[in-house]
């Protein structure tokens, strides 16, 4: 069965940097395109990033452009996410997803909170 | 940016009886490639979001026939034919028609 795994997430100072990754199962990870999402506490969802299935093609919120970076390893089924300089507002729970038409599974999210 | 807008924003719901959710987009969601790209997610207490529906009323395998989906353009709804306790949660529709993809604000389907 499909499984998304996030980690990396922790408590980190403004202006640092944390990479999440996502690693990936049960399905053909190089085939399919992937993304980032996040939910700010008690807030509602919103997407991040994604990337191609292929690592050609990257997209990015306005939030974080310049500051957020998505890339894939398909060797390793892996997805990741380097966020620099952050900032108190990107304090949420980072979820991983699979894309089909929409994103068909999520994983459980890892929580990044950022803090003096 | 697309801007995606439900309606309501709470749903009080007599088990058994049906709700219903309305999304409303600012552009058509319709592709170049002919599919709406308009998904409703189900976000459970304390759980991540969870597919429902995909590309306006393809029930995503494993869901409920009590949940359907309908709607063109710019208009979407989806319905719960009968709800239960275990539908309480929070629903989302989302585009994906054009980055970046966005959500509605959530409604919140509660039982009275």
């Known amino acids: 069965q499909v499984e998304l795994v996030e980690s990396g997430g922790g408590v980190v100072q403004p202006g640092r940097s944390l990479r999440l990754s996502c690693a990936a199962s049960g399905f053909c990870f190089r085939c399919y395109g992937m993304h980032w999402l996040r939910q700010a506490p008690g807030k509602g969802l919103e997407w991040v990033a994604g990337i191609s299935y292929d690592a050609r093609n990257e997209h990015y919120a306005d939030s974080v452009k310049g500051r957020f970076s998505v890339s894939r390893d398909n060797s390793r089924n892996t997805l990741f996410l380097q966020m620099n300089s952050l900032r108190p507002e990107d304090t949420a729970v980072y979820y991983c997803?699979?894309?089909?038409?929409?994103?068909?599974?999520w994983g459980q999210g890892t929580l990044v909170t950022v803090s003096s | 940016d697309i801007v995606m807008t439900q309606t309501p924003i709470s749903s009080p719901v007599t088990l058994g009886q049906p709700a219903s959710i309305s999304c409303r987009s600012s552009?058509?969601?319709?592709?170049?490639?002919?599919?709406?790209?308009l998904s409703w997610l189900q976000q459970r207490p304390g759980q991540p979001p969870r597919l429902l529906i995909d590309?306006?009323?393809d029930r995503f395998s494993g869901v409920p026939d009590r949940f359907s989906g309908s709607g063109a353009g710019t208009d979407f709804t989806l319905k719960i034919s009968n709800v239960e306790a275990e539908d309480v949660g929070i629903y989302y529709c989302m585009q994906a028609r054009d980055f970046p993809w966005t959500f509605g604000q959530g409604t919140t389907v509660e039982i009275k």
């Open positions: 590309r306006v009323s």
């Open positions: 997803a699979k894309q089909r038409h929409g994103l068909d599974f």
């Open positions: 552009q058509s969601l319709v592709h170049s490639d002919g599919n709406t790209y």
